[in-house]
């Protein structure tokens, strides 16, 4: 999904944390790339379809996520919102960087 730059040639902030928050803006969990906190966040909510992907800001996305078809009966939701940022976009945003996600075990 991400195309994010060669590390070796990356200034230092690119090697920060990153951060997954639901629409609700819970804290999910913290990545060490854009790519694993994509990868993770997928794999959380079942993703078969990324309906949208938006640059909200440099090192802040916002993402529109379809999870699997429900079986029949099960009435949840399958749209799913996520915000995937940088630490030095989460500290921007006045959020606490060492806040604990709410995953721990899947980092």
Not at 27 to 37: K, Q, T, V
């Amino acid at each position: 999904m991400s195309d994010p730059p060669d590390e070796e040639s990356a200034d230092p902030g690119a090697r920060l944390p990153w951060y997954v928050y639901d629409r609700h803006a819970n804290l999910l969990h913290i990545a060490a790339g854009l790519s694993e906190a994509e990868e993770w966040a997928f794999a959380h909510w079942e993703v078969v379809e990324v309906a949208d992907r938006e640059e909200v800001a440099e090192n802040d996305y916002f993402y529109l996520l379809y999870a699997r078809k429900p079986q029949e009966g099960d009435f949840h939701a399958r749209d799913f919102q996520a915000r995937i940022a940088r630490q030095d976009r989460v500290i921007e945003l006045g959020r606490d960087p060492e806040a604990l996600p709410r995953h721990p075990d899947r980092q």
